[in-house]
């Protein structure tokens, strides 16, 4: 047993479930306290000890069944034994008898499991070869025949004919009558097609095991790389719980940070008043908090056709970020500009979503006009940026050919903390079409390829933090 | 202490919690292996209410600590009484200049204060809380943190001590060690993720919603007397609520709470009118009420009568 929950164990890490030393400890140590045999306890015991985390608990129930389980049912559709071959002067027994008696030692698992259909021993013969023929650096189905055959061959289908011969000489010498050898090696011959296959099903279970990952759960970090551009219906739902759970991230890290970043000066009204009860000895001095670190950030994110794909994303995440930071500005822009903070924050992010995308603050459908969106960012809301504020600008910069107008944006630098350019497009595509990026990326303080979420999450990470 | 799984699930049930086998399991795990127990779940499926009756069906005392934000050490292990320092030390006055009384120079004075510091900061000046208490109560306990989620990340690292060897360090005194077996139960709302060494040195136990018949088994143990026919009705309803998407999901407290308000209202089964003017119990956002109010008039103009309760649709046509 112990072997087998060790093993089990590294298919879990292998599956991406973190697994420390001391909860291996400790699921030896129920094993003392649980019946192995109630297989449901057994299961649930294991999940409490192993499994710490909700989501991994689908991926914990099917490895379990697969592992513990699944060798017994690969076995157990194998119908056709040796008892289902007529003999006549001899018995079934009988030649288990011999077979067990004599041969034991000399054959190989193949033949005794055909002789003697003992399943289990099969079982970890078949596991044992597949140890041996290197298994576990399975990785792509293309090789399942590969290892199939060579584990068939390990099994004893490398020697079988020989076995044969030897096998028969053995009855031939017990006095068993010609036709009955004749048949029982039929039987056998023609059985091994059938351990073919079940060796096969092994492998591809086994494969399918090792890269369960890859097939269960599409993994959040593969998700976070991917690129907006590409990314299917399913997985856009499957972001919004990312995004979510991202930015929630973010929130964690500023309060951490505030808490136990440097303090400041000694406060020395909060110290006398702290230690009032104290009679006036001052036993628990108070500092002040050296930075107020509340991050203060005005948003210009572009809706318009030719970033549509990403700016969901943008606005998704945005919309969250409103949620954890009170003092974050959103604004979205096509061919002109219009605020959407007090949307966000009354609406639900899939409610706000549809009202922008329908149109209900600006029009997203009109030409894209950085000039104008500029200038009108110019005049009405300068006023709001000071030199706490980071501004970022999330779009491509395609302009439809109006005015650039990116003296503009030496303006809003000058006046802000820091401003931020998060562009969707990679550098090389900067030259072609109407893309005025070029002229825009040298008034910025910082200009960032965003393609991912990863990528957005750094970014903000690195303003808000 | 337990003495098998079953014990577990019926000493529960005789403190009337019903409980999932994995639950029970868990919870007989916990108490064998002596390790703390964490609890995730949706709010009300009985988090908090499992660790009370742990507690509750051993006859162990059960201390509680609310976690929430700002949460610190003095609040939740132990704090000076530093006004009763400050007043022996006023009432002592004499014993000290006695004391220090005869000493040829200030630092010997500071030597001779140095031998009865002790005095000072001892038990007696300890203010113990929750963590402390549970761990020198003089008879095995329960020690039950709510919420651990609601509480900063520094405090989890902080309760890494305690949750792994039983004691606790305190500079002046030394260290703490449990002086009898102690059983502690955290809770999880999953607000934010639980760090890593944390879930470490406990096991896990997620709660979720029950079954159908388990949840009717909990409402008719926690609410005598109720019919057994609108026990299913209304388990079924719920069911199908939790199936909608909605902002607030019921959960069993709220069903339990509905079921007491239809049995008080000497309901035997249900239909419309009562729905609409109970769902308040059930449903804590206007937004959720209107959406089923509205759900429920479509079922039935659709002359289907309301597909939640099929006995319900038989005494209307009656």
Redesign the interface.
């Known amino acids: 047993m112990e072997k087998q929950l060790i093993e089990f164990l590294g298919l879990l890490r292998r599956n991406g479930i973190r697994i420390t030393i001391s909860e291996t400890i400790d699921a030896f140590e129920i094993l003392r306290h649980i019946a192995i045999g109630e297989k449901d306890h057994f299961k649930t015991a294991l999940r409490a000890v192993l499994v710490k985390d909700f989501k991994d608990r689908q991926v914990f129930n099917e490895l379990f069944e697969e592992y513990f389980m699944g060798g017994n049912d690969l076995l157990s559709y194998r119908k056709f034994t040796l008892d289902d071959i007529p003999l006549f002067a001899l018995s079934h027994d009988y030649l288990r008898k011999i077979v067990r008696g004599e041969m034991r030692e000399g054959f190989s698992p193949l033949i005794l499991f055909l002789l003697l259909n003992d399943k289990t021993r099969f079982l970890s013969a078949l596991r044992d070869a597949g140890a041996n023929a290197g298994l576990e650096r399975i990785t792509n189905h293309l090789q399942i025949n590969f290892f199939a055959n060579k584990i068939y061959l390990m099994l004893g289908g490398e020697n079988f004919d020989s076995e044969l011969i030897f096998f028969k000489k053995l009855l031939a010498d017990k006095g068993i009558d010609e036709k009955e050898i004749e048949a029982v090696l039929q039987y056998l011959r023609l059985s091994t097609d059938r351990v073919r296959e079940l060796v096969k099903d092994y492998v591809g279970r086994e494969f399918k095991k090792l890269n369960f990952n890859y097939f269960v759960r599409m993994p959040e970090t593969r998700l976070l790389q991917k690129n907006f551009t590409i990314l299917t219906d399913e997985e856009e739902k499957k972001m919004r719980d990312i995004i979510y759970k991202l930015a929630a991230k973010l929130k964690n890290r500023a309060v951490v940070k505030r808490k136990t970043g440097k303090k400041g000066k000694l406060d020395l009204r909060k110290t006398l008043r702290r230690n009032i009860k104290y009679d006036g000895f001052i036993l628990k001095p108070v500092y002040g908090l050296k930075v107020k670190h509340k991050p203060k950030v005005i948003a210009i994110c572009d809706v318009s056709d030719s970033v549509r794909y990403v700016s969901s994303f943008f606005l998704q995440f945005l919309h969250v970020m409103q949620e954890s930071f009170r003092r974050v500005s959103s604004f979205i822009f096509s061919g002109d500009i219009g605020e959407v903070t007090s949307l966000f924050l009354r609406n639900p992010s899939e409610r706000a979503l549809e009202k922008i995308y329908k149109g209900s603050i600006i029009n997203p459908y009109a030409k894209t006009n950085y000039g104008r969106v500029l200038k009108t960012f110019q005049k009405n809301f300068l006023g709001r940026v000071d030199k706490t504020t980071s501004v970022i600008i999330i779009g491509d910069g395609r302009n439809n050919h109006n005015q650039p107008e990116d003296d503009i944006l030496d303006d809003i630098r000058k006046s802000s903390k820091n401003l931020v350019w998060l562009c969707p497009e990679t550098k090389w595509s900067w030259w072609m079409g109407d893309s005025d990026m070029l002229r825009y990326a040298p008034h910025c303080d910082d200009v960032r390829i965003v393609t991912n979420l990863n990528d957005l999450y750094n970014a903000v990470r690195e303003i808000v933090l | 202490m337990f003495n098998s799984?079953n014990e577990v699930n019926q000493k529960f049930e005789e403190k009337k919690y019903i409980c999932s086998?994995?639950a029970a399991?868990?919870v007989?795990?916990?108490t064998?292996?002596q390790?703390p127990l964490?609890i995730?779940g949706p709010a009300g499926v009985g988090k908090t209410e499992l660790g009370k009756v742990l507690a509750d069906a051993q006859g162990y005392p059960l201390i509680r600590l609310q976690c929430y934000e700002g949460l610190d050490e003095a609040k939740s292990l132990y704090e000076w009484e530093?006004?009763k320092q400050?007043l022996y030390m006023q009432i002592l006055k004499d014993n000290l200049s006695e004391i220090t009384s005869g000493s040829k120079s200030l630092k010997e004075a500071v030597e001779k204060l140095n031998n009865v510091e002790d005095a000072f900061f001892s038990e007696k000046f300890l203010l113990p809380r929750p963590l402390l208490k549970a761990l020198i109560n003089s008879e095995p306990t329960v020690l039950l943190i709510d919420e651990v989620d609601k509480a900063?990340?520094?405090f989890e690292a902080f309760l890494l001590e305690i949750l792994s060897d039983f004691q606790v360090t305190i500079p002046e005194l030394g260290t703490y060690s449990a002086r009898n077996p102690l059983q502690v139960v955290l809770t999880s709302n999953?607000t934010?993720d639980i760090s890593?060494a944390l879930?470490?040195?406990?096991?896990?136990?997620?709660l979720d919603f029950p079954d159908q018949h388990v949840e009717e088994k909990i409402v008719k143990s926690r609410v005598p007397g109720i019919y057994s026919k609108l026990t299913t009705d209304i388990v079924e309803f719920v069911n199908k609520l939790r199936a909608i998407d909605l902002k607030k999901k019921p959960s069993i407290s709220e069903t339990l709470d509905w079921a007491r308000v239809l049995l008080t209202m000497n309901a035997k089964s249900l239909d419309e009118k009562l729905v609409n003017d109970t769902l308040s119990v059930l449903l804590k956002y206007d937004e959720d009420i209107k959406k089923i109010r509205e759900e429920i008039k479509k079922q039935t103009t659709q002359r289907e009568g309301i597909s939640f309760a099929p006995e319900a649709k038989k005494t209307l046509v009656n």
């Open positions: 799984i086998t994995e399991t868990v007989y795990l916990s064998k292996i390790k964490l995730e530093y006004s400050l900063d990340p520094e999953n934010r890593d879930k470490r040195r406990c096991l896990y136990l997620y």
